[in-house]
Nanobody, 122 residues
C-alpha cells in the first residue's frame, strides 16, 4: 500500500509559478512511475505529466508542455510538479498518482492522492 499526500497548492495570479509536491509513504515509491492529473470544476480528470521510476523519462500533456516540469527525488520519496506561467485555465484540483505498470497516461493508476487545489486568477 502506498499513500500519496500532495501539497503546495494555492491561489496565484496569471503568470505566477507554483511547485506542487507529492510525498509517498514508502520507499517502494521508487519502483513506481509517477504522474500528475488535474480536474477542473465540471470537467473530467485529465492527465498532466508523468515520470518514469528512474526519473529518466518524462511525458507531458500538450496543454502544459514547456510550462510545467515533473521531477522526482527517490531519496525523499517525493515527486514534484513545477508550474510556471500559470493561466486561469490551469485552475483545478491536482492529483498525484503512482503506477507500476506504465498505465499512467491512460489514467489507470494503482494509487491516488487526495488532491491539492490550484487557483489561478486573471
Amino acid at each position: 500500500q502506498v499513500q500519496l499526500v500532495e501539497s503546495g497548492g494555492g491561489l496565484v495570479q496569471a503568470g505566477d509559478s507554483l511547485r506542487l509536491s507529492c510525498a509517498a509513504s514508502t520507499r517502494t515509491h521508487s519502483r513506481y512511475a509517477m504522474g500528475w492529473f488535474r480536474q477542473a470544476p465540471g470537467k473530467e480528470r485529465e492527465f498532466v505529466a508523468t515520470i518514469s521510476w528512474s526519473g529518466g523519462s518524462t511525458y507531458y500533456a500538450d496543454s502544459v508542455k514547456g510550462r510545467f516540469t515533473i521531477s522526482r527525488d527517490n531519496a525523499k520519496n517525493t515527486v514534484y510538479l513545477q508550474m510556471n506561467s500559470l493561466k486561469p485555465e490551469d485552475t483545478a484540483v491536482y492529483y498525484c498518482a503512482a503506477d507500476r505498470s506504465g498505465r499512467i497516461v491512460a489514467g489507470i493508476c494503482d494509487y491516488w492522492g487526495q488532491g491539492t487545489q490550484v487557483t489561478v486568477s486573471s
